[in-house]
Each structure stands twice: as structure tokens, then as C-alpha cells.
T-cell receptor
Framework: KQEVTQIPAALSVPEGENLVLNCSFTDSAIYNLQWFRQDPGKGLTSLLLIQSSQREQTSGRLNASLDKSSGRSTLYIAASQPGDSATYLCARDSSNTGKLIFGQGTTLQVKP | EAGVTQFPSHSVIEKGQTVTLRCDPISGHDNLYWYRRVMGKEIKFLLHFVKESKQDESGMPNNRFLAERTGGTYSTLKVQPAELEDSGVYFC????????????????FGPGTRLLVL
């Protein structure tokens, strides 16, 4: 059973488009939800962290939302750029110990 | 401030050999995590240290894996003997560890060690 699901697995968009990446989780007992970016052959870079008491977080062109009742989080990227091309991962922490459970990621390609 | 570092970046070994991976967390971070991504699968939790103590090792696959964190600073993950299915990318992450616990803390990841067992 996949506890964290990310749809779509891959996405290709032209530069300048706004886009939404989806993350759903089966356990609503969530403490926080973290979005990461991974470039090929590199480690994970934290983008946004939403605590359970929050509904969204914003950083620059990125906005992440959290809806615990429906078990969903979205990452909105405004005015996409080729440099946004990467794999985006969401991970939830439901144990209050920091143990993250990851989705398989969405690989984004932004074409110039 | 230096980020999380991992050594080596790549390791290729034969089945049955031993490999030791090292992680240096961000200075002052009490929490240290190990994760692993095997081919085609999602990243999975292995274990969690708070300072030098193992807080949660529920993700360790079997007793061929041994993790230590001497003095609450760097950590090592030893695989002995290595098997083919151990191939993957091993990530280390750290977080500060506030007095309120780990709630709401960002985890900072290292670049990973790519392990290939032949």
C-alpha cells in the first residue's frame, strides 16, 4: 500500500505556465508535510514545510497547501522556468519523530 | 554554514563485502536520519538518532545493517555483508531538535551515497 501518492509521475510544460503538483496521503494524522526538490544525481533540497496547524506556505513562486481532511497537499509553481525542471517529492511526518514517508515524486520538465 | 555531507559519493563493491557510509550532519543538529532509495522505489526511512541514541530503527532492513553515531556528531552506516538488493542511494538528513521535539522541523538532506553491489 502506497501511503503517499504523487500524481502525475511526470509532467512536461512550456516555460511560463503555472502548474500544480499533487500529493495525497492515506493517514490524516499528520504532523507536517514537506516538499522537496531533487536534481539529477543530487540530494534533496527542502522547498516548503507545512505544519499540521497551517493550511499553506509560500516561498517566491512556490505555494504549498495542506488539506488534512481530504488527505491532500498541492505544490503550485507560478510562471514556470526551465530551471524548475527537477523531481519534486512530498513527504509526510505523522509520528512526531521526524520519520518522513515519501511519495515517489513527480518529474517536471519545463521546456524553453 | 556547511550543509549535510556524506562520504563516499559513490561506492561499488562485490556481494559479500563490507561498506561503511559516513554522514556529517549540520553542526549543532541533534537529529540525524538515514534514508534509502532503491531502484524504482520511493525513499524510505531507515533510522533516526537523537544525539548519540537510536530513537527509531524500525526501517532497518535486517541485521546486516549497523548504524552508529559516536558522540552525537557524525554517523556511520555499515552494511556487512552486502547483498545485491542493498544497491541504491543512501541519504542522510539532519534537523535541529528544538525543545518541543521534532514537530515542524525542516530536515536538511545530504547529497547521498550511491551504492552498487555487484
Amino acid at each position: 500500500k502506497q501511503e503517499v501518492t504523487q500524481i502525475p509521475a511526470a509532467l512536461s510544460v512550456p516555460e511560463g505556465e503555472n502548474l500544480v503538483l499533487n500529493c495525497s496521503f492515506t493517514d490524516s494524522a499528520i504532523y507536517n508535510l514537506q516538499w522537496f526538490r531533487q536534481d539529477p544525481g543530487k540530494g534533496l533540497t527542502s522547498l516548503l514545510l507545512i505544519q499540521s496547524s497551517q493550511r499553506e506556505q509560500t516561498s517566491g513562486r512556490l505555494n504549498a497547501s495542506l488539506d488534512k481532511s481530504s488527505g491532500r497537499s498541492t505544490l503550485y509553481i507560478a510562471a514556470s522556468q526551465p530551471g524548475d525542471s527537477a523531481t519534486y517529492l512530498c513527504a509526510r511526518d505523522s509520528s512526531n519523530t521526524g520519520k518522513l514517508i515519501f511519495g515517489q515524486g513527480t518529474t517536471l520538465q519545463v521546456k524553453p | 554554514e556547511a550543509g549535510v555531507t556524506q562520504f563516499p559519493s559513490h561506492s561499488v563493491i562485490e556481494k559479500g563485502q563490507t561498506v561503511t557510509l559516513r554522514c556529517d550532519p549540520i553542526s549543532g543538529h541533534d537529529n540525524l536520519y538515514w534514508y534509502r532509495r532503491v531502484m524504482g522505489k520511493e525513499i524510505k526511512f531507515l533510522l533516526h538518532f537523537v544525539k548519540e541514541s537510536k530513537q527509531d530503527e524500525s526501517g532497518m532492513p535486517n541485521n546486516r545493517f549497523l548504524a552508529e553515531r559516536t558522540g552525537g556528531t557524525y554517523s556511520t552506516l555499515k552494511v556487512q555483508p552486502a547483498e545485491l538488493e542493498d544497491s541504491g542511494v543512501y541519504f542522510c538528513a539532519s534537523s535541529q531538535g528544538r525543545s518541543s521535539g521534532t514537530l515542524g522541523e525542516t530536515q536538511y538532506f545530504g547529497p547521498g551515497t550511491r551504492l552498487l553491489v555487484l
